[in-house]
């Protein structure tokens, strides 16, 4: 099986920079996805890793470290409208690549 | 538009009364699923399905049934709903399981179940 964690919440300034963390520990590894949830809302994907490294997108990085089972989702130049719940989700190795596994959520809240 | 569409989004019911919540997609995508989501909880993965007739179970099957006649749906069953199994449902579809298939999420079915 698999077991997600991630930090339940998180505060931080319009403007500035902000890591979230993910730890997994898996049974099996083929990719690790983030996705942004706003309150209400259904899940938005972020970014994907599948090697280790580092994966940029605008505004949001993500790393992976696969020997370490860690993850975490940069976020620059945060805006109000980053306030929401990221996600963390990791996909089961090729033989059960169906099975997808998500941690219980960081909520960001963005102050100004 | 592109887009995976969920009906009801908003359903009462009562104990032991059988519903479907619908799940339709329209991009051709081989793999689908079904997640729950629980306050201050995660999504949680119920059944999800490879191809047409493909069905596996995920982390929490049990008091839920599906299938997958057809690519573009996949309906979520509940023969006797109880009320923990008030939730808000996503259904989510993605082209495969390759490398970086990211799955698209419906919009939701909150259910209650008094």
């Known amino acids: 099986g698999q077991n997600i964690d991630q930090p339940t919440e998180m505060t931080a300034t319009e403007g500035a920079i902000v890591q979230i963390n993910c730890t997994y520990q898996?049974?099996?590894?083929?990719?690790l996805f983030w996705y942004q949830q706003h309150a209400g809302e259904a899940p938005t994907f972020l970014s994907y890793n599948v090697l280790d490294g580092l994966e940029e997108k605008g505004r949001f990085s993500s790393f992976l470290s696969r020997s370490k089972g860690y993850s975490y989702l940069l976020l620059k130049e945060l805006q109000m409208k980053d306030s929401a719940s990221y996600l963390c989700?990791?996909?089961?190795?090729?033989?059960?690549?169906?099975?997808?596994?998500f941690g219980d959520g960081t909520t960001l809240t963005v102050k100004p | 538009e592109a887009q995976v569409t969920q009906n009801p989004r908003y359903l009462i019911t009562v104990t032991g009364k059988k519903l479907t919540v619908t799940c339709s997609q329209n991009m051709n995508h081989e793999y689908m699923s079904w997640y729950r989501q629980d306050p201050g909880l995660g999504l949680r993965q119920i059944y999800y399905?490879?191809?047409?007739?493909?069905?596996d179970k995920g982390d929490v099957p049990e008091g839920y049934k599906v299938s997958r006649k057809e690519k573009r749906n996949f309906p979520l069953i509940l023969e006797s709903p109880s009320p923990n199994q008030t939730s808000l449902y996503f259904c989510a579809s993605s082209l495969g399981t390759g490398l970086g298939d990211t799955q698209y999420f419906g919009p939701g079915t909150r259910l209650t179940v008094l």
């Open positions: 898996t049974s099996g590894f083929n990719g």
């Open positions: 399905s490879m191809n047409v007739e493909v069905t």
């Open positions: 989700a990791v996909r089961d190795e090729d033989t059960n690549a169906g099975k997808s596994t």
